[in-house]
C-alpha cells in the first residue's frame, strides 16, 4: 500500500523551497560557495550539486561518469551517498553563476512536470530513499531534502530563518513518518511510554506512543509521559543527525521524564 501524499500542496511547496534556494544563493560570494556545512563532508557548492543533480536526474538526465572513491569520503557510506556524491564531484569546479543558472532551469522544468502529472503518475508506485512508496512521496520526501539542506547552508552563512510556511510544513509530514521509528527503535522507549514534540516556531504538536510499537497518533489519551518543546531547525539537526543535543544552539525543554526525554534527544538521528 503505498501513501498517499496531496499533490497540488506538496508540488507548491517544492516550487517555493526551490525559489527559497535561489533567493538565498543570489549574490552570494564565491568565497562563501567554499564553506563548510553541517552535512558531513559537503561546503555550500556541494549541497547546491545534490540539488540540482537529483532534480535532473528526476528529469532523466544521467549522474556524471565519475568514480567515486569510498575509502577518501568516508561520508559516503552507501549507494544512495555514491550516487549523490557523483554530482558533487561533477560539479565541484563549476562557478556560482553556472550553478544558480542550473538550479533555475530544472526548478522550471520540474514543477512544470508535476504540474501536469496526472493522478495515475502521481499515485504509482515508485522508488524513494525510504523504500517503494507512491510517486508523490517521493516527492515530499524532496521537499524535505531540499529545506533540510536549505538549513545546512544557513547554518554555514549564518543566516537563520525559513523555519515556517509550506515547505516546513510539508517537510514536518515527512519527518514525522520517522518518528516511530526513531523513538521506538533507535531510542528505545519502553511500551506504556509516550512523547510530544511541541515545535514551538510552527505551533505544532506531534505525538508518538509506545504500545506494542511506537507510531505517531493524532492525539494522546493523557499527558505525554515526556514533551520535548523545540524549534523545526533544532528538530532538524538533531534528526538529520547534524548536530548532538549538546552542540545545538537553539533551546530545549524537557517536560515530564527527563530521562526518557535525554535518551530521545540523544537517539533521534534517523537519515541516512
Known sequence: MTTPVPQGRTVDALAEELAALDALLTDLPEEDWSR???????????????????????????????????????????????????????????????????????????????RAMGDDEWEAESFTPAGPDSYGRFMRIRVFDCWMHEQDIRDALRRPGHTTGLPVEVTID?????????????????????????????????????????????????????????GVHAFSRLAGGRATLDELDDPVEVEGDTALGHQVLTRLAYTI
Open 36 to 114: 563548510p556545512t553541517p552535512c558531513p563532508g559537503w561546503d555550500v557548492r556541494a549541497n547546491v550539486a545534490h540539488i540540482v543533480g537529483t532534480e535532473w536526474m528526476l528529469a532523466g538526465r544521467p549522474s556524471p561518469d565519475v568514480p567515486v572513491d569510498r575509502d577518501a569520503r568516508p561520508h559516503v557510506r552507501n549507494d544512495i551517498g555514491a550516487f549523490n556524491e557523483a554530482w558533487v564531484i561533477g560539479h565541484a569546479g563549476t562557478d556560482p553563476g553556472e550553478m544558480l543558472a542550473l538550479l533555475r532551469d530544472v526548478t522550471a522544468e520540474r514543477v512544470a512536470t508535476l
Open 174 to 230: 515527512e519527518m514525522a513518518s520517522a518518528l516511530g521509528y526513531a523513538v521506538g527503535k533507535k531510542a528505545g522507549a519502553p511500551d506504556g511510554t509516550s512523547v510530544t514534540f511541541a515545535l514551538t516556531d510552527l505551533g505544532r504538536d506531534l505525538h508518538v506512543a509506545v504500545d506494542g510499537r511506537a507510531r505517531v497518533v493524532e492525539a494522546l489519551d493523557g499527558p505525554a509521559t515526556v514533551t520535548l518543546r523545540l
